[in-house]
């Protein structure tokens, strides 16, 4: 009988070395819970305070309006991006440009037609345009020789 003893007393001490670790661990878990989420809410208001900026920096940007007037030498579709955008926020820097990429393209589309002059007048659209991207990389209104101010009266509606 005192083996039963002494094996029942060796399980009431084994199961309260369980509890009591039991108790240890999920103290311990709740410690690191609740650092977890002290974490958590600093990262948050980090993320929060980032994204606030973010956006601040973005208006800055898109209000300028040199984007429009690089966006808008990049293709058709960067010049109806170009537009679009620049509906949304006007700009005297993206019109510009807006107006002076259409009358270049329409230049070349119309030089395409004229034969035996059309790579003479490609070379002369691709010079107009390396100009005009220039301009807009710089952030200054420049028109392009010859016909840029004529853009501008042409297409002063965009």
């Known amino acids: 009988m005192s083996d039963e003893k002494n094996l ?18 999920a103290d311990k878990a709740g410690e690191m819970a609740d650092d977890a989420k002290e974490k958590a809410k600093e990262f948050a208001s980090e993320a929060k305070e980032t994204a606030s900026e973010f956006a601040e920096d ?15 030498h990049i293709t058709l579709i960067g010049w109806i991006i170009a537009l679009i955008m620049n509906g949304s926020n006007k700009t005297e820097l993206g019109s510009f ?13 119309v030089a395409s037609f004229i034969p035996f002059v059309n790579i003479i007048a490609w070379v002369f659209v691709l010079i107009l345009w390396v100009i005009s991207l220039l ?8 028109t392009v020789p010859l016909l840029g101010e004529h853009f501008q009266k042409w297409f002063a509606g965009l």
Do not use: C, P, T, W
Not at 135 to 142: M, Q, R, Y
């Open 8 to 25: 029942g007393d060796d399980l009431n001490d084994m199961l309260g070395d369980a509890k009591e670790g039991a108790k240890k661990a």
């Open 58 to 72: 973005a208006k800055e940007v898109l209000s300028n309006g040199k984007n429009v007037a690089i966006i808008a």
């Open 97 to 109: 440009y807006i107006r002076q990429m259409l009358g270049i393209a329409l230049l070349g589309i």
């Open 135 to 142: 301009g807009s990389l710089s952030g200054e209104k420049k």
